[in-house]
């Protein structure tokens, strides 16, 4: 794996906001910068900040989802 030594910039495909597609850059110094397309204004996430909230994200998910299955095994029962 190639360490992060300048930036890496990249449009969105489809991920928009307010109408203006996003900017995803990646910095060195594990920075993730976000920004709508045609601005400057930049916003920026720690890497390791952006992973706990996927793996949070991911597990209400998961949980959210047993608990349909549940209901439903209960629904079928009664």
């Known amino acids: 794996m190639t ?3 300048k930036v890496v910039r990249r449009r969105a495909v489809s991920a928009a906001y ?3 597609r996003l900017v ?4 060195p110094g ?3 910068g976000l920004r709508e397309e045609r ?7 720690p890497v390791g900040y952006a992973y706990q909230v ?4 991911e597990v209400e998910r998961r949980k959210r989802a047993k608990a349909e299955a549940k209901k439903a095994r ?3 029962k009664a």
């Open 18 to 20: 307010r109408g203006r």
């Open 3 to 5: 360490d992060l030594r």
């Open 39 to 45: 601005t400057r204004r930049e916003y920026f996430l």
């Open 24 to 27: 995803i850059a990646l910095h």
């Open 74 to 76: 209960k629904a079928v």
């Open 30 to 32: 594990d920075l993730i």
């Open 54 to 57: 996927a793996v949070r994200l």
